[in-house]
């Protein structure tokens, strides 16, 4: 059974800086990539990152790209998301994203293109 766990979402004022961390389990998670999604209130869960299965390729959001990074510790099954520069915008359940195999490229940076799910994690942006 796969398993994704997300941790690090926190309030925290604009202008600052977190860490999220999602551990994976019960998958080769050297073969994954990975990806990050939020999802604010009312809204649909959007693209934020992805990192291919060895690091060496990243992709962005444009609003995140600058901001955020992306990386992973594959010994650890861990992946990462370093935001700094907070926006209140920035506000939503974070959550991580695991996938494998070879995705159709008009899936590969959309919620289809990913199998396996966390719960999410919250990050409130807001002084």
């Known amino acids: 059974q796969v398993q994704l766990v997300e941790t690090g979402g926190r309030l925290v004022q604009p202008g600052g800086s977190l860490r999220l961390s999602c551990e994976a389990s019960?998958?080769?998670?050297?073969?994954?990539?990975m990806g990050w999604f939020r999802q604010a209130p009312g809204t649909e869960r959007e693209f934020v990152a992805r990192?291919?299965?060895?690091?060496?390729?990243?992709i962005y959001e444009h609003s995140v790209k600058g901001r955020f990074t992306i990386s992973r510790d594959n010994p650890k099954n861990t992946v990462f998301l370093e935001m700094n520069g907070l926006k209140p915008e920035d506000t939503a359940v974070y959550f991580c994203?695991?996938?494998?195999?070879?995705?159709?490229?008009?899936?590969?940076?959309?919620?289809?293109?990913?199998?396996?799910w966390g719960q999410g994690t919250q990050v409130t942006v807001s002084s």
């Open positions: 990192i291919d299965s060895d690091g060496e390729s990243t």
């Open positions: 994203a695991a996938g494998v195999g070879i995705v159709p490229a008009g899936l590969f940076l959309t919620p289809r293109g990913f199998t396996y």
């Open positions: 019960g998958l080769t998670f050297s073969s994954a990539f």
